[in-house]
Nanobody, 116 residues
Framework: VQLQASGGGLVQPGGSLRLSCAAS????????VGWYRQAPGKERDLVAD??????NYADSVKGRFTISRDNAKNTFYLQMNSLKPEDTAVYYC????????????WGLGTLVTVSS
């Protein structure tokens, strides 16, 4: 599975961005999709994921970010509102695909910069 993340950019604090992750094949049967982010000098951290029918969020983004998926478009999204400078990071999308056990596929990442 190849993933292409897009939608990053420069935004002022309080602004919004929507990230997209387009898959090279159908995601209808993929149970787990999500987003991580990595800020400069820090580890890669989970932002949000959808596992089955359940959505999960890091505490730092709850109430501000929303993850969603559109199986018909083979795409999932991360809507980011009320952005803060500490949200600045490279955002990576991923999917976990079952091959007898789970294998994780990553997109290349898209840079989000929150600054005035």
């Amino acid at each position: 599975v190849q993933l292409q993340a897009s939608g990053g950019g420069l935004v002022q604090p309080g602004g919004s961005l929507r990230l997209s992750c387009a898959a090279s094949r159908s995601i209808f049967t993929i149970n787990v999709v999500g987003w991580y982010r990595q800020a400069p000098g820090k580890e890669r951290d989970l932002v949000a994921d959808i596992t089955g029918q359940t959505t999960n969020y890091a505490d730092s983004v709850k109430g501000r970010f929303t993850i969603s998926r559109d199986n018909a478009k083979n795409t999932f999204y991360l809507q980011m509102n009320s952005l803060k400078p500490e949200d600045t990071a490279v955002y990576y999308c991923y999917v976990d695909v079952w091959h007898g056990d789970y294998r994780r596929y990553w997109g290349l990442g898209t840079l989000v910069t929150v600054s005035s």
